[in-house]
């Protein structure tokens, strides 16, 4: 059982100012789960954990174990959603030193998710004679960074095994109908997992987009999906007392209304950097547009403290942070006494280092609070597959609700089209 309580005794909002939305998200919640499964908007999220195709489900599970079988690396070619939430389940839950270890399953590379071509030289470089299979992963099949990623290890693939046996290597996810990828893995014959309609790509960790890449690197993603089926349980509830999810989305707009402009996701364990990215993501895309949205940041404490944490502590007034508290360690280590004490270190003898982590986590949230810094904590047990999913369904279901408080659509982007008209247009591509 996977388990998550929100904290926010630190975080300057009381219960009180909370319930003054119950009326407000009970009609969120309402609107949010009418129909969740209808085709023309992107709430298929909602329901996902119990209403996926689990057909397509046993197919990742068997191409998963055949990538294991033949590739020593794995590339996984895509950007934005289509990118991060692989990402993030992947550092969550394997050794933080996964591609630098001999183990059974394939290196876990990525590409297509910039446009340096000294990132991909060096990529193609670091794979060198090596077996490998690529997944690349577009809903719209028509990215730039990815398309061009995947032209290059197209060619490559070829190349080296011949057509055919480079048709076996290469694994598309995109639409289930459109899109130029589509397109080209009907007529090469590649082998294709769908993005559903309803999922816009921040939403879509959990469907073949990440669960691909996930179960090629060895996690058991059957746990991921019950930790978020969990979540999504738990969070049925749409009486805001109740419901810790829909506590967190309140308190980040209270927050928000008292000129509190930024939420940093805090956490103390390294593993948890890109699942701050992915999160960063899918609150800056949900939130950021009509002038409104609380600006999405992240640190890894305690690295950050000692590059970000003199402005948390004294800088502007405008933020607000969210930890990310792992109860349990994974592992830990012992801090031993020593008779000479030259390194002055003793009076940690007989405490572990996660007891240490604590402490700093603890010393932490009391300084930013006492200067003017409310911190929201979430609490989990530890980090392990049905946490990770259940985190993911918490923040995806807070992040729809808490757009919505803000007034804005929180399943679209088109804010993002801006950079691309330009560049295609400097690019001279037909059409700009
Ligand atoms: O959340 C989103 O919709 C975006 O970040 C997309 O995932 C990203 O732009 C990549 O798009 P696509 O999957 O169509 O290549």
Redesign the pocket.
Known sequence: MSNLKVDLKSSNVDMQNILEYKEQVKEIDTKLRTNSNDQSDFRGWIELPTNYDKEEFSRIKEAAKKIQSDSEVFVSI??????LGARAVIDSLTSTFYNYKKQSTPQMLYAGNNISPVYLNELIDLIGDRDFSINV???????TE?AIAFRVFREILENKYGVEEARKRIYVT?DKAKGALKQLSIEEGYETFV?PDNI?????VLTA?GLLPIAVAGINIDALMQGAKEAQDKYQDSDLKYNECYQYAVARNILHKDQKDIEILVNYEPKLHYFTEWWK?LYG?SEGKMGRGIFPAGVDFTTDLHSMGQYIQEGKRHLFETVINIEESASDILMKEEEDNLDGLNYLSGKTMDYVNKKAMEGTIEAHVKGRVPNIVINIDKLDEKTVGHLIYFFELACAVSGNILGVNPFN?PG?EEYKKNMFRLLEKPGY
């Open positions: 895509g950007i934005g959603g289509s990118y992963i577009s809903k719209s099949g028509t990215t990815p995109t993005v816009g790509g921040r939403y879509s987009v993501q895309e982007q993002v």
